[in-house]
C-alpha cells in the first residue's frame, strides 16, 4: 500500500518543506489525499515515488503560494552578514539531522531551491517554472543558499 | 563558488539518512481515508444530482414529445386545403388496382392494425389518434406507419374508397393533465419545511491565517461535523405560464454543526506583527481542560428569490426544478466554540459573524397536483456565498450548507378568483 510504503519517504520531503511537524503532517495528509485521488493520471514514465515526490513539492508551493504560510512561516533572514560566506566547503562527516536543521533555518527562498535541486533532483528549469521565477535567480539562489548552509554548518561543528 | 556543490551530496545523503518513522502515526492515515471518504460521499451527491437533473431532462423531453403528438390531434389535413391540380392527381392514384386484394388489405388494417377504419359510403376515412404513428399531416406525404410497416396513401391506393377527407381526430384523453387550471396563470401560497443535514466548508483567510494555532486543525477543525437543522417558512410562488415560476417566502433558517472537542491547552501562542511566532509552555496549574459536546445553531431568517422550471409528467404530478438566491439575516447564534488562536472555549455570541449573508440554493422534486393544491417533495441544496465569518476580524472563513428534502404545500388562487 502507498500509504504504508512510502509514508516515511514522504514525512521526510514534508519536513524538509515544513518548519515545524504539525505542518508537515498537514502536508503529509494533503499530498497522499491528493496523490490516491490522481492516482489514474500516473503513467509509470518515472518510479512511483518520484511522481508522488513532485506531487508533494508542487503542493507545499502552491499553499505557500495561494494560502500565506499555511505550512510553514518563514521571514527573509535579514541578519545575514556578508562573514557568512565562506567559500571553503565544510567536511561531510557531519550527522544528518544538523545539516537538515541547519537547511531549516535559511531563509525560505533558498532552503526550498536547494531542496528542490540538491535533494529532489529537479534542474533549475523545472524549478524556475514552478517558483516563477528565471532560470538565473534560481541559479544564484542555489549558490547563495549552498553559501549560507556551508557557513551555518561550519558554525555548527 | 564551485567547491560549494559538494554541499548537494551532504544534503542528499543527510536527507537519505533522515527516518521518520516515529512520526507517521496510524491517526495520519485516518485522516486521509476520511478526506477520502468525504469525496466520494461529494462524488455520490453530484452524480446523484446530475443523475437527478438527467431523468428529469429525459423525462421533459419524453413529455413534451407527446405533447408535440398531442397538437396533431388538433390539426386537420383535408382535400380542401389541397389545391385541384394535386386533388386530381390524387384521385387518379387513389382509383388504380386491383379490388379484391385492396379490399382485403383494408380489412386486415382494421383487424390486425385496429386502425379505426371509418367508411361512410367510400366516402371517408377517420384516423384516429390511437394510431399514433402519423408522421407528416400534410396529405401530400401521408404515411401511416404500423409496425414499422409503412404505407403511403398515395402509393398504397385504396380504389373502392373514395377519399375525400382525412383528418386527424380530436381525441379527449391526449390532455396530459386533468387540471386545465394548472396551465394559467396564477399564484401559490403555501408552507414548508426542510428537515436538513448542515455542516460547512472552511477555508484560511490568506491575510490572518499566520494566527491560527498550530494545534487548531486536530483539536478544533475535525471535531467539528455535520448535524441536524431544519428551515421552515411561508412559501409564495407566481406562475407565469403552464413552464416558468417564481418564487418566494420568508422562512426561519437553520444552520448548525456538531462539536466534540476533548483537548488540553498546554501552551499560549506569542503573537508578532499579527502572526504567531511561536508558543510558550504554560504553568501546568494553569492547563485549561476542554471537553465538550454539542451543536451550535445559526439562525436566519430567510427570503429567497428562486426561479422555476415545471413539467407535468402524468395527469396528477410534475416536476419542478428551482434555482436561486436568499437573503440571509443572522438573528440569533446558540452554542460554543474554539478560539482558533488561543484554543479556548468561546460562547458564540461573543464571536463576530456576518449579520447579512447571501445564500443560493438549488431543488428539484415532484409536486403531487390537485385543482386547488399541490403537494410536493424536493431535495435541496443551500449553500452560504459570502463566509459567514467577518472577513476582517476572523482567519478563517466559513461557508455553511445544508442538503435536505423540501416538503412543501400549497394553495392555488386563480387570476379570476
Sequence with gaps: MLFEKYASKMMAVCMRYCKNQEDAKDLLQDGYYKVLTSIKSFKGNSKIDTWMTRIFINLALNRNRIGRNKYSHFEFDTKFEKADFDEEPVSEDIEAKIVIKALNELPEIYKTVLNMYAIDGLTHKEIAERLGISEGSSKSRLSRGRSMLNAKLKRKK | ?417
Design chain 2, 1 to 417: 563558488m564551485d567547491k560549494l556543490k559538494q554541499i548537494d551530496s551532504i544534503l542528499k545523503k543527510a536527507a537519505a539518512d533522515m527516518h521518520f518513522n516515529d512520526a507517521i502515526q496510524s491517526s495520519d492515515w485516518d485522516a486521509i481515508e476520511h478526506k477520502l471518504k468525504k469525496r466520494r460521499r461529494r462524488i455520490i451527491v453530484l452524480w446523484s444530482f446530475i443523475a437527478l437533473m438527467f431523468t428529469t431532462s429525459i423525462v421533459t423531453l419524453i413529455v413534451n414529445q407527446d405533447s408535440l403528438t398531442d397538437e396533431l390531434g388538433y390539426n386537420e389535413a383535408s382535400y380542401e386545403n389541397i389545391n385541384n391540380e394535386r386533388e386530381n392527381s390524387v384521385a387518379q392514384n387513389i382509383e388504380a388496382p386491383s379490388k379484391t386484394k385492396l379490399t382485403n388489405k383494408s380489412n386486415d388494417f382494421e383487424k390486425n392494425y385496429k386502425i379505426p377504419l371509418v367508411k361512410s359510403n367510400n366516402q371517408k376515412i377517420t384516423v384516429t389518434k390511437e394510431d399514433k404513428k402519423i408522421v407528416n399531416n400534410d396529405y401530400n406525404e401521408l404515411i401511416i406507419n404500423i409496425n414499422s410497416k409503412s404505407v403511403n396513401t398515395f402509393n398504397q391506393a385504396l380504389p373502392e374508397i373514395k377519399l375525400e377527407k382525412i383528418f386527424l381526430e380530436r381525441n379527449p384523453i391526449t390532455k396530459k393533465s386533468n387540471n386545465p387550471e394548472s396551465f394559467v396563470k396564477r399564484w401559490e401560497y403555501g408552507i414548508a419545511f426542510t428537515p436538513s443535514i448542515s455542516s460547512k466548508f472552511t477555508q484560511k483567510n490568506s491575510t490572518l491565517s499566520g494566527l491560527i494555532n498550530r494545534n487548531y486543525n486536530q483539536y478544533i477543525g475535525k471535531q467539528e461535523k455535520s448535524s441536524f437543522a431544519s428551515n421552515f417558512g411561508f412559501n409564495l410562488s407566481y406562475h407565469i405560464n403552464s413552464k416558468l415560476f417564481i418564487s418566494s417566502g420568508l422562512y426561519l433558517t437553520q444552520r448548525a454543526e456538531y462539536l466534540n472537542y476533548k483537548y488540553t491547552i498546554t501552551d499560549f501562542p506569542i503573537v508578532t506583527n499579527g502572526e504567531i511566532t511561536d508558543y510558550g509552555p504554560l504553568n501546568p496549574l494553569a492547563y485549561v481542560d476542554v471537553n465538550h459536546i454539542g451543536s451550535n445553531l445559526y439562525h436566519f431568517i430567510e427570503i429567497p428569490l428562486n426561479f422555476g422550471i415545471k413539467q407535468p409528467i402524468s395527469s396528477n404530478f410534475e416536476i419542478r426544478a428551482q434555482f436561486g438566491v436568499s437573503f440571509l439575516s443572522l438573528t440569533k447564534l446558540n452554542g460554543k466554540k474554539g478560539n482558533y488562536l488561543n484554543l479556548q472555549l468561546e460562547d458564540l455570541s461573543d464571536l463576530k459573524f456576518n449579520k447579512h449573508n447571501i445564500a443560493t440554493t438549488v431543488k428539484t422534486g415532484l409536486y403531487y397536483n390537485k385543482p386547488r393544491f399541490n403537494v410536493g417533495l424536493e431535495p435541496s441544496y443551500s449553500i452560504n456565498i459570502n463566509s459567514l465569518n467577518n472577513a476582517k476580524t476572523s482567519a478563517l472563513k466559513t461557508r455553511p450548507y445544508a442538503y435536505g428534502v423540501n416538503l412543501i404545500t400549497n394553495i392555488k388562487i386563480f387570476k379570476n378568483e
